[in-house]
T-cell receptor, first 114, second 113 residues
Framework: DSGVTQTPKHLITATGQRVTLRCSPRSGDLSVYWYQQSLDQGLQFLIQYYNGEERAKGNILERFSAQQFPDLHSELNLSSLELGDSALYFC?????????????FGSGTRLTVV | GEDVEQSLFLSVREGDSSVINCTYTDSSSTYLYWYKQEPGAGLQLLTYIFSNMDMKQDQRLTVLLNKKDKHLSLRIADTQTGDSAIYFCAETREDNYGQNFVFGPGTRLSVLP
């Protein structure tokens, strides 16, 4: 157990729907990062939050949004889902806003859009 | 190029050494990392190397860094079946949004009995 908790582990939904993925960072970590892992795109950085504020943004679609709550858990919202959104979504956390000692990853949420 | 590059597949026999190679792009990266992803799991930080080091050894793992060629390698001695996984190298890179990790595509290591 890495200490980063992601729920649900698996999610199957239909095109056009909206889902919310949840991440609880490791105790003491202020930064949360979201990544998408798909077969054709590899591991893509989506967005980072640090202590409730958006800090960095990567290749995140406008249909996707995220937030970090006062208790530091984070949610990734995916809307108007398309077949191509099927992927593993990982959350990672780190102690500080930077990551010189590496991230700790959760075990991911596998999203299947049918 | 702009991408962190790795060969996609590597097969070795149990007990042999494995060498996984990576070419990165940002010479200003302070740290370079190796992550391991086992089936159905997230990425686990294996080791990292500070950019002013040439080599780092940690039990069966040896990381070599050639800054001139921007080449990073991970050697696993006495490879075991439990080492079968996908190995990602990663660099830190600064862009318009700040600093970020950039991962390679991953090398799938298969250990044959």
């Amino acid at each position: 157990d890495s200490g980063v908790t992601q729920t649900p582990k698996h999610l199957i939904t239909a095109t056009g729907q909206r889902v919310t993925l949840r991440c609880s960072p490791r105790s003491g970590d202020l930064s949360v990062y979201w990544y998408q892992q798909s077969l054709d795109q590899g591991l893509q950085f989506l967005i980072q939050y640090y202590n409730g504020e958006e800090r960095a943004k990567g290749n995140i679609l406008e249909r996707f949004s995220a937030q970090q709550f006062p208790d530091l858990h984070s949610e990734l919202n995916l809307s108007s889902l398309e077949l191509g959104d099927s992927a593993l979504y990982f959350c990672a956390s780190s102690v500080m806003g930077d990551f010189n000692y590496g991230y700790t990853f959760g075990s991911g949420t596998r999203l299947t859009v049918v | 190029g702009e991408d962190v590059e790795q060969s996609l597949f590597l097969s070795v026999r149990e007990g042999d050494s494995s060498v996984i190679n990576c070419t990165y792009t940002d010479s200003s990266s302070t740290y370079l990392y190796w992550y391991k992803q086992e089936p159905g799991a997230g990425l686990q930080l294996l080791t990292y190397i500070f950019s002013n080091m040439d080599m780092k050894q940690d039990q069966r793992l040896t990381v070599l860094l050639n800054k001139k060629d921007k080449h990073l390698s991970l050697r696993i001695a006495d490879t075991q079946t439990g080492d079968s996984a996908i190995y990602f190298c990663a660099e830190t890179r600064e862009d318009n949004y700040g600093q970020n990790f950039v991962f390679g595509p991953g090398t799938r290591l298969s250990v044959l009995p």
